[in-house]
């Protein structure tokens, strides 16, 4: 089941709602979080591309200092993207290989269609609230 909806839709509480049921929910964003772990091969490429300024002093990525490089500028963000939507991908392909025969996976992706994770999935569900409920 490819899941998806825009930032604040409630996709984190409709997957924790779906694994609660005995779901294996595969979570995109917690993976992009975990390949640019400290440590993680990532985390370096990202600081030799970036600078040391977007590694905070205890090893982890300074998310803020990263968002001010490549948010402004869509060639900075494109090189950030290559770094880690790749391994992401590699990743999240993984971890629904290693879940085939589970009777329900949830594959969570913000961006299921554009990143063309639909093929993966039987079916796909929309999350969807007012604006109002997802401020």
């Known amino acids: 089941l490819g899941l998806t909806g825009s930032l604040g839709s ?3 509480t409709v997957s924790a709602m779906i694994a609660g049921c005995g779901a294996v929910v595969v979570c995109a964003d917690q993976v992009a979080h975990d390949v640019v772990a400290p440590g993680a091969e990532a ?7 970036f600078g040391q300024a977007v590694i905070r002093p205890d090893g982890a990525l300074d998310r803020p200092a990263l968002a ?5 500028d869509p060639a900075q963000r494109r ?3 290559q770094i880690v939507h790749p391994r992401v991908r ?3 392909l993984k971890l629904l290989d290693q879940n ?3 009777p329900l996976v949830v594959l969570d992706v913000p961006l299921l269609f554009e990143s063309g994770y639909e093929t993966r999935c039987d079916f796909t569900l929309s999350v969807t609230v007012t604006e109002t409920v997802r401020l």
Do not use: D, H, Y
Request: hydrophobic share 55%.
């Open 90 to 92: 590699r990743v999240v």
């Open 68 to 72: 001010a490089i490549v948010f402004p």
């Open 100 to 102: 085939a025969e589970a």
């Open 79 to 81: 090189r950030l993207e």
């Open 43 to 49: 985390l370096g490429e990202i600081a030799e591309a």
């Open 10 to 12: 409630g996709k984190s």
